[in-house]
């Protein structure tokens, strides 16, 4: 019967970021930068309010989108901090952002409508679109400086094209969107019936001035699907709360499919939640700063090139120079330095790295070693050629 399931499953890939993880792990003393989450602990007001949920029993059924409360906390939040205007009746509470990527695709695809995906981007929306039975259209990025170009972009629409996700700061190249990148995506979609699903899970890691969200562009509201996690910015990434936002109409379908799928996230995180958002994030954020700023120097010393990261916890240094692809690259580099990052095939983005930096600094100092040494190697081999 194995052969007998939906056939869309047999379209889904192994994450190769859990297989690169599992390698470091099996590699005795190996370090790895291969993982996209915190290091630090979930705040202690957080924890302390899903123990007092637990005790005041918040443990049966709730709203299929969340507490009023917590819908009313998001809503509130994100008109004080991001500006943006959702009602209560707008957001659900899903599980992570992941959930939320999966109900705004499953919610909007019909068989063979096209989605396009500027890479490298996170895994999870290729295979999710094809899940849905939807088509995945990649538009590389790379040539631009990871930045979207407008006539690259016009090129891929077509009359299947139904929506567009942007991600920024991204995962992996921890680039920010430039106001002309937004610009061009809004010539592209101003006026059509695409709908524009921003990933902006990253958006509280920003180490710079000029970051923007597409999902300011309130004049094109009714087509915008704004997918947000606790994971990222509360070191919440094992309590898989996140929430989603759309349109009044187009939430009252999504809210559904939600509903159908998973109930309600659990009621005592709900508590917890909103503590989450009462909890101030600079100290992490100039953490990750300090940690960002030390890996740019070290790979700037080391002589690999990259696009300057301005957000997320990721760098995506280019190792074309070495001529190898970056599987081999990355296996290379576990037998021998001990170091393991992501390869960039993972995330349609050969020819590159991704080295994530939430880690402890003397792990960082001891990965920039280890990098420069075997960076050392393949050019001492290249030479020998
Ligand atoms: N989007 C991006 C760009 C991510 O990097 C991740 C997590 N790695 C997610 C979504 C999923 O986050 P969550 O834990 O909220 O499901």
């Known amino acids: 019967m194995k052969e007998h399931l939906n056939a869309a499953m047999y379209t889904a890939k192994r994450s190769a970021i859990r297989e690169f993880t599992a ?22 007001p957080v924890k302390a309010a899903l123990i007092e949920a637990l005790e005041r029993g918040e443990t049966h059924y709730i709203n299929n989108s969340g507490v009023l409360p917590l819908r009313e906390k998001i809503a509130a939040f994100e008109r004080r901090e991001h500006g943006l205007s959702y009602a209560p ?26 989605v396009i995906i500027p ?15 939807g088509v995945p259209v990649l538009l590389d990025t790379a040539p631009a400086g990871f930045q979207i170009d407008g006539d690259a972009l016009a090129a891929l ?45 990253y958006r509280a890691l920003v180490y710079g001035p000029g970051y923007h969200s597409f999902a300011e562009y309130t004049d094109l509201r009714e087509q915008l699907i704004v997918a947000q996690s606790f994971s990222k910015p509360y070191a919440m990434t094992g309590w898989r709360m996140g929430w989603l936002m759309a349109p009044a109409a187009v ?4 809210a559904l499919l939600h509903q159908y799928m998973i109930t309600s996230t659990p009621a ?14 600079s100290g992490m954020v100039n953490t990750f700063r300090a940690r960002r700023d030390f890996v740019l120097r070290r790979l700037r010393e080391i002589g690999l090139d990259f696009s300057e990261p301005l957000g997320a916890f990721y760098v995506f240094p280019s190792i074309q120079k070495y001529g190898l692809p970056s599987a081999e690259f ?46 050392q190697t393949l050019e001492r081999e290249n030479h020998g050629h």
Do not use: W
């Not at 890479?119 to 039975?133: G, M, Q, S």
């Not at 430039?178 to 524009?196: D, H, M, N, P």
């Open 119 to 133: 890479t490298p981007a996170f895994v999870l929306y290729e295979e999710i679109v094809k899940l849905c039975r």
């Open 23 to 44: 390698l470091a792990k099996a590699t005795p003393g190996c370090l790895g930068l291969t993982l996209g989450e915190p290091d630090f602990d979930t705040p202690a």
């Open 89 to 114: 009746e707008e957001i659900t509470v899903t599980a992570g952002a992941t959930e939320a990527l999966f109900t705004a695709l499953f919610g909007v695809l019909n068989p063979g409508d096209e």
């Open 157 to 201: 629409l077509t009359p299947r094209t139904k929506a567009i996700i942007l991600n920024t700061p991204n995962n992996p190249t921890g680039c920010v969107y430039t106001k002309q990148s937004l610009e061009s995506v809004r010539a592209a979609v101003k006026g059509k019936r695409i709908f524009v699903i921003c990933d902006d899970v």
């Open 330 to 375: 990355c296996r290379r580099m576990i037998r021998e330095a001990g170091l393991a990052a992501t390869p960039g095939y993972c995330f349609g983005g050969e020819g590159h790295i991704r080295l994530s930096y939430s880690y402890a600094d003397e792990v960082l100092h001891e990965a920039m070693l280890r990098l420069e040494r075997f960076i």
């Open 268 to 281: 005592p995180f709900q508590r917890a939640a909103i503590a989450a958002l009462d909890v101030d994030v």
């Open 251 to 254: 939430t009252e379908h999504l």
